[in-house]
């Protein structure tokens, strides 16, 4: 008779699962939350649970998402009152969810899509661990060598910050890459007065499948009403593109743009601003 198998709940690296085993650092992200009653964290990838563990000793709600039912096991020996842990793909759900703060050590595979979920949810803070190289390209400023268009899709909806590194030794089994902790907040309705520009490509992306003539129209107006103090109609909006001198650009919709087009715009705005 054959005999049946368990299967294991030791990572796969090559399904990008490195586990953060270091309680200190999980302490640090934890304290860099700044959690606090009425808080509802979501955690992606809880893994074997030491940080939802330390995060149920907070006094927030926690959401601790797993794709992977081999460590349920694990996870179902946590019990604690404020902790709801669900299995399925994070990606699939955030836009679904409810949350204010994110806390995570994330599989390093989905650091663009988490970024690009983001940039529709409304909430105060994430703090997660992602590659070095990764954050490299969040802060990456226009002549850089790491400079792309997810560099300037982040830098027009989050202020992004490093907060500390984390050794490779942290994680079972180690990365290959080097990782680092960040934080990630969106920009207030302050910080884009203080550089509308960053607004007008925030409300091109939010438009993604019009066409750059139509969806910049509409981000000069929502510009001018809401930091310039003026009342942009279509026709006004129209005029001030027309002066951009953008040419067929103007045909090519926001998705399938490059960055090359995009800093041609951003040029215009300089100028016309």
């Not at 599989?107 to 992602?130: N, R, T």
């Not at 989050?158 to 290959?176: N, W």
């Not at 499948?209 to 909006?237: D, H, P, S, V, W």
Request: charged letters at 30%; proline letters at 4%; a positive charge.
């Amino acid at each position: 008779m054959r005999r049946k198998t368990t299967r294991s709940a030791e990572p796969i690296p090559s399904q990008d699962q490195h586990l953060m085993t270091n309680p200190e650092t999980v302490d640090k992200l934890v304290a860099a939350a700044g959690i606090k009653r009425g808080d509802y964290v979501l955690e992606i990838g809880a893994g074997s649970g030491l940080l939802t563990v330390r995060l149920a000793r907070t006094v927030a709600r926690i959401l601790a998402i797993e794709m992977d039912k081999r460590f349920a096991t694990m996870l179902g020996k946590i019990e604690a009152a404020n902790v709801e842990i669900i299995y399925a793909n994070a990606i699939d759900l955030i836009e679904k969810i409810k949350f204010n703060k994110v806390v995570s050590n994330i599989p390093y595979a989905i650091c663009e899509p988490l970024i690009s979920k983001l940039m529709k949810k409304e909430f105060e803070l994430a703090v997660i661990s992602v590659p070095e190289s990764f954050y490299k390209i969040l802060s990456s400023k226009p002549g850089e060598k790491t400079h792309s268009i997810l560099s300037l899709k982040a830098q027009s909806f989050f202020i992004t910050e490093l907060l500390f590194g984390i050794e490779k030794s942290d994680f079972s089994p180690p990365p290959k890459t080097e990782s680092v902790a960040i934080s990630i907040r969106p920009l207030s309705k302050s910080d884009y007065e203080k550089n509308p520009r960053a607004f007008v490509f925030r409300e091109l992306f939010l438009q993604k499948t019009k066409k750059l003539g139509n969806a910049l129209a509409e981000a000069l107006i929502n510009t001018g009403r809401m930091f310039c103090g003026e009342q942009l109609t279509k026709r006004t909006a129209k005029a001030k593109i027309k002066e951009m001198d953008l040419g067929k650009l103007l045909q090519k919709k926001i998705e399938e743009m490059r960055l090359d087009d995009f800093m041609a715009v951003e040029k215009k705005l300089r100028i016309s601003s």
